[in-house]
């Protein structure tokens, strides 16, 4: 058995609770190592030492290097927590760990090729469709992740959109909210971000499942605004919905 695993993730947006959702993932693979009934044994089970890395390329500021704990979840701080796990995010955007990426060819390339899509979005204002065919197309001709793009063409541009239609939604949402002036508070503003993230997806005919599943969110959690939310249908004005909220 191996002496130690590490669980690698790529993230285009930050999100807190990693220690929580790796710990989940844990926990199924020692139950999948061990034999349950040789939990009961005298004998000391040993079992690999986890790991686990995050590689963010988010367009939302980020520190180069930042360990996210199970224990700030926690509603009660500890001074020693007895459960703790700890994730290591590495931001690999422009500027930040460059001489990782230069380590790790594929790292780097992989880089080359989200900054190029940004660019054909962002910058150059195509469909995200034709920018993510045309970035794949480029870095093919230049030897960039060239292998990895003919052999899975398909499934990288079908991911790049989803992916990157999320960012871009996640990018439009935090402008909105700071128009309607969200910022009033750090609960009233994560809650107007939710409910702006809410009402994207009920404009694109999204249950309230799957919208708690694409937002990482428990459905008991979401759905007093997703309720609310229905009521404004086709507008979705997300002010007058926080302000209906806000007066119930």
Do not use: W
Not at 148 to 170: C, G, K, T, W, Y
């Amino acid at each position: 058995m191996n002496r130690q695993r590490t669980l690698y993730e790529h993230q285009s947006t930050a999100n807190p609770n990693m220690p929580l959702r790796d710990l989940f993932y844990v926990s199924k693979e020692y139950k999948k190592l061990i034999n349950k009934k040789t939990l009961y044994s005298r004998h000391l089970i040993k079992i690999p030492a986890p790991h686990f890395i995050v590689f963010y390329n988010g367009v939302e500021s980020q520190p180069e290097t930042q360990v996210l704990k199970l224990s700030d979840l926690y509603q009660t701080q500890e001074k020693e927590p007895k459960l703790e796990l700890k994730v290591l995010m590495l931001n690999i955007n422009d500027g930040n760990n460059e001489e990782l990426k230069e380590s790790c060819q594929v790292l780097k390339e992989y880089m080359q090729y989200v900054n190029r899509v940004r660019k054909y979005v962002y910058q150059e204002k195509m469909e995200l469709d034709g920018a993510v065919e045309l970035a794949v197309t480029e870095c093919i001709k230049e030897g960039i992740l060239e292998e990895f793009l003919r052999e899975n063409r398909a499934e990288v541009v079908a991911m790049s959109i989803f992916e990157f239609d999320e960012e871009r939604e996640m990018k439009l949402i935090k402008e909105v909210e700071y128009q309607h002036g969200f910022k009033k508070g750090r609960e009233e503003g994560q809650k107007g971000y939710l409910i702006e993230c809410i009402c994207k997806k009920l404009r694109k005919g999204k249950n309230l499942n799957v919208i708690a599943e694409e937002l990482e969110e428990e459905v008991s959690a979401i759905e007093e605004i997703y309720l609310t939310a229905k009521k404004f249908a086709p507008e979705y004005d997300a002010e007058l919905i926080l302000q209906k909220i806000g007066s119930d």
